[in-house]
């Protein structure tokens, strides 16, 4: 199994593409146990969302607020700029839905 700092990582690309609209081709996981699968597909939901914020049916930078941007243009941003925060989250995440399903 991945450590969670590696598993963020990894997760950081596949997070900003699903908040983007991008399709994610062949992503898969090579986890243990699907209960943990089901972890990581929950941290990738909530986590995309707040990536990013529509208003007036344009799309906004969710961490920063700055934009509106393309889609492309929301991908390199939210890459270049957010990265590591974004990693955060995603370590975040995992880390409470862990310990939610453990209880
Ligand atoms: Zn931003």
């Known amino acids: 199994m991945y ?12 997070v900003i ?3 983007v609209g ?6 898969r996981l090579k986890a243990s146990s ?5 972890v990581v597909y ?3 939901e ?12 344009q799309t906004y ?3 920063c607020g700055r934009g509106p941007y393309t889609r492309k243009g929301m991908y390199l941003h939210l890459l270049r700029v957010h990265k590591y925060e974004i990693k955060n989250i995603v370590r975040e ?3 409470d839905l862990e310990s939610a399903g453990r209880t």
């Open 3 to 14: 450590s969670k700092d590696i598993l963020s990582e990894k997760l950081v690309d596949v």
């Open 22 to 27: 991008f399709r994610v081709r062949n992503f």
């Open 46 to 57: 909530y986590s995309s969302k707040r990536l990013v914020r529509i208003s007036g049916g």
């Open 17 to 19: 593409r699903l908040a």
């Open 93 to 95: 995440e995992l880390e």
């Open 34 to 38: 699907s209960g943990f699968e089901e």
């Open 42 to 44: 929950r941290t990738l």
């Open 61 to 63: 930078c969710g961490l």
